[in-house]
């Protein structure tokens, strides 16, 4: 990564960071319909005045059809996700690189260990957040029993498949302009893939698979689509519920030329998840991809070289 992609992906954090409260504000303001019967209690014990309940009204009821349910969602949620965002934002991405060192960035064995330490941890601190301290039932939340095990691979590759292939195409497209405009002649890797690229660790490939292909999709889903993209539905306009969610959800993983596919795919997501209720749909969607995008990686390389100079 050289010093002016990076420039770029902290501005375009910076971007999104300052969108939130712009967003919350504008839907409060303006968009926010308002309700057409007498007002009732607000489900919460918040009292109004509260920067993310400004005389919010009670939410809607869960009408088969309108997409995934929020009712759940209060106040307490979204400052937990933004406390969450504030955590991603310091964490991952172009907070936490270091362009000097990234092509002196190894992967080994414990490095990996500690990744799948990381998202065990993320999962079990936001389920266990979910569960214990809000006193839901996960499972139910994000309807993870909607539909039979079975189908779920089924509906994944029916949104994937042409999905990852239309994105493919834009991102084909829209490369050349950008490695143009960046005075480029060939994309710059993101960290991790450089380094995975020169181990030959068998060991390294296996954790890989694990981090990559399942903790990453349980992870990533659990928090960008089930949580972050809930809440932010709840609170302010779903399309910007969709758009900000998918752009942070691109801009951690800290690669300027994978900003744009990366958050296409996080609208691809959101899209599945929406209209299957089941965020199992993305998650295996999420696993699929990154499994192929690894298989490439480690036997195609010569691929992978390819489209980084297109």
Avoid: C
């Avoid at 504000?25 to 319909?33: E, G, H, I, K, M």
């Avoid at 969709?242 to 899209?271: D, Q, R, Y």
Wanted: charged residues 10%; glycine residues 6%.
């Amino acid at each position: 990564m050289t010093s002016a992609e990076h420039r770029l992906l902290v501005l375009a954090l910076a971007w999104i960071l300052a969108s939130i409260p712009l967003a919350l504000l504008v839907w409060q303001v303006w968009l926010r319909p308002r309700p057409v019967h007498p007002v009732i209690p607000h489900e919460d014990a918040v009292p109004a005045g509260s920067f993310l309940d400004v005389a919010l009204p009670p939410p809607l009821p869960d009408i088969p059809g309108r997409g995934v349910p929020v009712r759940h969602w209060k106040a307490v949620d979204g400052w937990v996700a933004l406390g969450l965002v504030a955590v991603l934002s310091w964490l991952m991405g172009p907070m936490a690189l270091d362009p000097a060192k990234a092509s002196t960035f190894q992967a080994s064995p414990e490095v990996l260990y500690g990744q799948m330490v990381f998202q065990a941890g993320f999962v079990g601190l936001l389920w266990a957040y979910l569960a214990v301290s809000r006193g839901l039932n996960p499972v139910q939340l994000f309807g993870l029993k909607r539909q039979p095990l079975w189908a779920v691979p089924a509906w994944a590759l029916l949104w994937i498949v042409p999905g990852t292939m239309l994105i493919g195409l834009i991102n084909l497209l829209t490369m050349p302009h950008l490695l143009k405009w960046l005075g480029q002649s060939e994309a710059s890797p993101q960290m991790m893939i450089q380094a995975l690229q020169q181990s030959p660790d068998d060991l390294v490939k296996v954790l890989t698979y694990l981090t990559v292909a399942v903790g990453a999709p349980l992870m990533e889903e659990l928090i960008f689509r089930g949580f972050l993209y809930g809440v932010a539905k709840r609170f302010t306009h779903w399309s910007y519920a969709a758009i900000g969610s998918s752009l942070f959800f691109a801009v951690v993983h800290g690669n300027v030329m994978s900003f744009l596919p990366l958050t296409l795919l996080g609208l691809l997501f959101a899209a599945a998840y929406e209209q299957t209720k089941n965020l199992l749909v993305p998650v295996v969607m999420h696993a699929v991809f990154n499994a192929f995008q690894v298989s490439v990686l480690f036997y195609f390389p010569e691929i992978v070289q390819q489209l980084e100079k297109s």
